[in-house]
């Protein structure tokens, strides 16, 4: 069988560092599911979940990213993330609180800056809450 390494890295700490057979993010343009032996690539990504399908253990681990970059080569995936959160760490409490903290923000923004930077901070939570439900949905 065929596996390919990956490496999840933010920039607190290595999140992931493993081989798997199968891996699948949220690329810039959309989803991306990677393979062992590929076509090298280097992409930004979106927030959202990090999907690996372990090799050693047939489970998936998931990660929520808030961002960051992909690189893939024939036989390691690097994902270079902003902030990475395992999934069994995620809290959706607090990300709702976040989310809802990130509306109130928008919708008192004085200026233009102040409302990107709570845009951002609300898609950041929306997509982590999307996680959450997906992660809860495979445990089910």
Do not use: Y
Not at 20 to 41: M, N, Q, R, W
Not at 115 to 137: D, G, H
């Amino acid at each position: 069988m065929s596996t390919i390494h990956v490496d999840v890295v933010s920039a607190e700490q290595l999140i992931f560092s493993g081989e798997a057979k199968f891996v699948a993010l949220p690329g810039e343009s959309g989803e991306l599911g990677i393979l062992p032996k590929h076509t090298p690539l280097i992409t930004r990504i979106r927030p959202g979940a990090v999907r690996i399908e372990r090799a050693d253990s047939n489970e998936e681990e998931f990660v929520f990213v808030a961002g960051g970059i992909l690189e893939v080569q024939p036989n390691v995936v690097t994902v270079l993330a902003d902030t990475a959160i395992r999934g069994h760490d995620l809290d959706e409490a607090k990300a709702n609180e976040a989310k809802k903290r990130a509306e109130e923000a928008m919708a008192n923004a004085a200026s233009d800056i102040d409302f990107a930077k709570a845009q951002s901070e609300f898609a950041v939570m929306a997509a982590q809450l999307a996680a959450i439900q997906k992660l809860r949905s495979k445990r089910h």
